[in-house]
């Protein structure tokens, strides 16, 4: 788990450039350790959501208005997981969430009165944008219509870890003796099938070393860019094929630390429901127009996310730069030519990181549920059954994909598949098919509910 510390101190949390939450209670692996580790309380206190919102023009959005339309809204994406659910045929050539909820929108405004129309379509396109960092896309048009429903979320809301999200490898490393842990070496190669009963790994540094079972865990956005040089031979063309119809986007966070609080005390986040943008404008020129809101970490900082090309064009910004831009949108919608600009500007650069090139997967348009299996299943040994080249990480997972706990359990699954074929070959017994994992719990292929994989889930 690489996630840098935000070098910016505040009273209460250690804030971090990557993830920050964990993403529900109930079944969550993650939520479990940290509470039995004494990483969290098990009541956290929430301070108020409240929000203000405004146009471009400054002139604040009455919050009815907003509360009307996140209802809708929420009708809209529940509709959008049936398909997966029900499997519903989707309108003709309507392939992503975006291109549904835009038709839902068209209807849903046609019944409006003409002057009630404008401002809830800019709402609307405020909460896409806000959808497209949470799914990790460059935006709802790039999301599978048919296959959004694949993603679970667990109920219990997000609960921060006060000591930062890093603080979960503490419980994570204990009983892992320190001397078997060998950090600072980038693997440049991975040989599978030189020696039938070995993996080789070769370290940029040049070190190998040699292993019955090897689970690999590089990000799918790592995959994506190199996988034809990092294995050898190139994995099998099903594979690499899924790798690359899956999605992995960048999605960036933006700190702006202030000397003094400005926004009102009262609000918590301020949200930008942005006119119409011209797509042909270059993406210099309009990459702030995907910022959707500032909430506020303190009274005096501020987290803005961006996401798509956008946030990879950020990413060659200087933070200072950032953070002059930054000022000028709150200015803008707050319609107070005095906002200060921030003290210290903090932002995230996934795409660039040679060990990351982007943040979380989802699944692309064009691809499924299916291709996730594929890349997370493992490549056997000659016998057909040992798991020899393991894969893991949130890009396996099925349901839990672009999160934590997702990763967690696919590295669980791996290495419990590496146990069951070990202690079976002990036995004399034949291994499990390394294809079916004994312990993870994957959802069965024709479940329409949730409860046979929640059942699944082992919270010891
Ligand atoms: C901005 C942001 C916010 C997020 N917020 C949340 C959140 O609030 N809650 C949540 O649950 N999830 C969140 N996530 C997603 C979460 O961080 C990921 O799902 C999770 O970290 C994935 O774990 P992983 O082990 O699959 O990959 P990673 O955590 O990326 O770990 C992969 C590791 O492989 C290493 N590596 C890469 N290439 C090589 C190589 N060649 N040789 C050796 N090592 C290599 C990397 O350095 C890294 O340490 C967020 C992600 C981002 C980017």
Redesign the pocket.
């Known amino acids: 788990?690489?996630?840098p510390a935000l070098p910016i101190p505040t009273d209460q949390l250690k804030l971090q450039?990557?993830?920050?939450?964990?993403?529900g209670v109930l079944g969550n692996p993650i939520y479990e350790l940290a509470v039995r580790s004494g990483l969290i309380k098990s009541i956290q206190d929430q301070p108020v959501h409240s929000l203000m919102a405004c146009r471009e023009d400054g002139r604040p959005i009455p919050f009815h208005i907003v509360q009307e339309v996140y209802d809708a809204y929420e009708q809209f994406m529940d509709r959008c997981v049936e398909y997966f659910l029900c499997k519903y045929e989707p309108p003709d050539g309507v392939r992503s969430v975006g291109e549904h909820i835009r038709l839902e929108v068209d209807l849903y405004l046609a019944g409006l009165p003409e002057r009630e129309r404008d401002v809830r379509r800019l709402l609307f396109e405020y909460l896409l944008k806000r959808e497209a960092v949470i799914a990790g896309a460059h935006s709802m048009d790039e999301v599978d219509l048919l296959e959004c429903g694949t993603y679970c979320d667990l109920p219990g809301g997000n609960i921060l870890l006060p000591e930062g999200?890093s603080s979960i490898l503490g419980p994570l490393r204990q009983g892992v003796p320190p001397e078997t842990l060998l950090l600072g070496?980038?693997?440049?190669r991975v040989s599978w099938s030189a020696r039938p009963d070995r993996v080789t790994v070769t370290c940029e540094s040049g070190r190998r070393l040699s292993a019955e079972h090897v689970v690999c865990?590089?990000?799918l956005g790592?995959l994506k860019e190199r996988s034809e040089r990092?294995f050898e031979p190139p994995l099998p063309a099903a594979r690499t094929a899924a790798i690359q119809r899956l999605g992995f986007g960048t999605?960036?966070?933006i700190f702006l630390e202030y000397d003094r609080p400005f926004l009102p005390a009262n609000v918590t986040e301020l949200l930008l429901a942005w006119g119409p943008t011209d797509p042909s404008q270059p993406v210099a020129q309009r990459w702030q127009r995907k910022i959707y809101s500032f909430s506020k970490m303190s009274e005096t900082l501020l987290l803005a996310w961006v996401v798509g090309e956008e946030a990879v064009h950020m990413e060659t910004l200087p933070m200072d730069e950032v953070g002059r831009v930054c000022t000028e949108v709150l200015a803008t919608f707050l319609d107070d030519p005095c906002v200060p600009r921030p003290k210290r500007t903090v932002c995230?650069g996934?795409k660039s990181q040679p060990?990351?090139r982007g943040?979380?997967s989802f699944i692309k348009t064009g691809s499924t549920q299916a291709d996730i299996y594929t890349v997370g299943s493992p490549i056997l040994a000659e016998d057909g059954k040992t798991p020899r080249l393991l894969f893991a990480?949130?890009?396996c997972h099925p349901s839990f994909y672009?999160?934590?706990?997702?990763?967690y359990l696919t590295g669980r699954s791996a290495v419990q598949q590496i146990l069951s074929a070990t202690a079976a070959a002990d036995d004399g017994r034949p291994a499990a098919a390394a294809d079916e994992p004994p312990t993870l719990h994957q959802p069965d292929e024709d479940a329409t509910d949730l409860s046979a994989w929640l059942a699944g889930i082992d919270l010891t």
Do not use: D, R
Not at 17 to 22: K, S
């Open positions: 788990m690489y996630n450039l990557g993830a920050m939450w964990i993403h999200y070496h980038p693997v440049s865990t590089v990000p790592v990092l999605a960036n966070k995230s996934w060990y990351s943040s979380y990480g949130e890009h672009s999160t934590v706990h997702g990763a």
